[in-house]
């Protein structure tokens, strides 16, 4: 099964519906919410919910007890309780969310491919109800998807494929507007993320996904992992890999984390 769900295939089913909206540089995904949702749908909060507190790396995982919170209120109950996702951009957050999830355990992620867009251009009404919390029981728990710490990001850097999700100029070290220090993991390789989806914010066919990892040297035989400057668009690498039938592992401190320590190495230049 495909991590993207359509709206089509949405309509034909049941799911918890989470709202993933959020920009980097303001303003507050839940004024975006609040203005207009898919009918039930939940608002998580990335920085608050779906991240712990900076240091080291700007958006390290969240805590055990905050997932748990977020996945109660929502009715969740049950590992295997079908979940869709989605923000108002590209699947940034939601894959974010997405990945999360299913590290503290829940079975039947999907993101809504094309997002809030392509619900309304489909003809998908909005909402600006809120639904009630409600009284689920699951507990989140930690571990059920591997993540790379920054020794083995280094360790697959060097005998497998380490995906930069970031743009060219990030990775070069030519610019770095978000971290105090430019650069790349030495041996990396610069995949960035946003030539993953169309115009119109949905990921670009699978066959084509495939070809593209294929080409930066991914395989099935291959360690693969990624990472970017926070973990944010890193798990949309991950998500657009898994779509073209890899199984890649992330780096969730990633760069924003890598250059906390300063014995790490670090490269510059486009290769």
């Not at 109950?77 to 699947?91: H, K």
């Not at 251009?121 to 507990?139: I, K, L, M, R």
């Amino acid at each position: 099964m495909s991590p993207l769900i359509t709206v089509e295939e949405l309509r034909a089913s049941s799911p918890v519906l989470f709202d993933v909206t959020w920009n980097l540089a303001g303003p507050p995904g839940r004024e975006a919410y609040d203005a207009g949702h898919l009918p039930g749908a939940y608002f998580v909060d990335l920085d608050t919910e779906l991240a712990g507190p900076p240091g080291p790396g700007r958006h390290p995982l969240p805590d055990a007890t905050v997932v748990t919170t977020v996945l109660r209120r929502a009715g969740i109950s049950s590992a295997d309780t079908p979940v869709v996702v989605y923000d108002a951009a590209n699947s940034m957050a939601a894959a974010r969310a997405w990945w999360v999830f299913r590290y503290f355990g829940l079975t039947d992620v999907r993101v809504l491919d094309g997002g809030l867009a392509a619900w309304r251009s489909a003809g998908g009404e909005v909402s600006t109800d809120v639904p009630a919390d409600a009284q689920g029981t699951y507990t989140a728990t930690p571990g059920h998807i591997p993540v790379l710490d920054a020794e083995g990001a280094a360790e697959i850097a060097a005998k497998g494929i380490l995906l930069d999700a970031r743009a060219p100029e990030r990775f070069a070290g030519e610019v770095e507007p978000m971290d105090p220090v430019a650069g790349h993991i030495p041996g990396a390789t610069n995949a960035p993320t946003t030539a993953n989806v169309t115009p119109t914010g949905q990921f670009v066919p699978a066959a084509d996904l495939r070809d593209r990892f294929s080409t930066l040297g991914v395989t099935e035989s291959k360690d693969t992992a990624v990472y970017c400057g926070s973990g944010v668009t890193a798990a949309h690498e991950a998500l657009a890999l898994e779509v073209a039938g890899f199984t890649p592992k992330v780096y969730i401190g990633s760069w924003s984390e890598w250059i906390t320590d300063p014995t790490r190495p670090v490269a510059t230049g486009k290769d």
